[in-house]
């Protein structure tokens, strides 16, 4: 079966640091690929998606992905992080539906 | 317009109580989409309408009734709910067809069934 799985369940970050977030999908064609964030008692935001052409994807809010087929990885990456991107992080693939994966949730300390 | 809007935000309502969610959104999507989300727990995909009709039906029960009656709204509308059924409804609309098309969500209501 199609999936897309996160292999951290929380990361804390100090406020300034770099984050990761990590996605690993099971697919054989080119997946289309989504990263969405959700703040507490919110709804789900885009941050960026990839389908095809450049790995490197920019999105909203200052961050990144790289889409690396020979990993099977489309993980999430932002330089500095501030304490507004505390939240719950989805990786998702979409076909005639969205599948996410379990989510990483990132808490940012002072 | 790239909001879709939910009400209410917040419902508690009892077992044999009748309630409905609202949707709407006018960006124009034909695609829309309800979805449960529990506590820590990914959203959970339950209806999918395209063209104002049904096209996806994840095995939902009977207590929810979904409806379209016209291509900005969407309802979900609830019937002698379970206490297990509290949790966030998110509804969600996306542009087309195609899979690269990303689906906006609206900010959801928070169902508490006592």
């Known amino acids: 079966a199609q999936s897309v799985t996160q292999p951290d369940i929380h990361i804390t970050v100090s406020e300034g640091a770099s984050l990761e977030l990590r996605c690993n999908y099971s697919y054989g064609a080119t997946p289309y690929l989504f990263w969405y964030v959700q703040s507490p008692g919110q709804g789900l935001q885009l941050l960026l998606k990839y389908f095809s052409g450049d790995t490197l994807v920019q999105g909203i809010k200052g961050f990144e992905a790289e889409f690396k087929r020979s990993q099977s990885s489309f993980n999430l990456r932002k330089p500095s992080v501030h304490w507004s991107d505390a939240a719950e992080y989805f990786c998702?693939?979409?076909?005639?539906?969205?599948?996410f994966g379990a989510g990483t949730t990132v808490t940012v300390r002072a | 317009d790239t909001e879709v809007t939910q009400t209410p935000k917040h419902l508690v309502m009892g077992m044999t109580n009748k309630k409905s969610l609202k949707c709407e959104q006018h960006m124009g999507h034909r695609a829309m989409y309800w979805y449960k989300q529990k506590a820590k727990k990914p959203p959970e995909l339950m209806f999918v309408?395209?063209?104002?009709?049904?096209?996806i039906n994840e095995s939902v029960p009977s207590r929810f009734s979904p409806e379209c009656p016209n291509s900005s709204l969407l309802n979900l509308h609830l019937h002698a709910l379970q206490p297990e059924d509290s949790a966030l409804y998110l509804c969600a609309s996306r542009s087309g067809q195609s899979s690269y098309n990303e689906q906006f969500f609206g900010p959801g209501t928070r169902l508490t069934v006592l």
């Open positions: 998702a693939h979409n076909d005639y539906k969205l599948s």
């Open positions: 309408y395209s063209y104002e009709k049904l096209s």
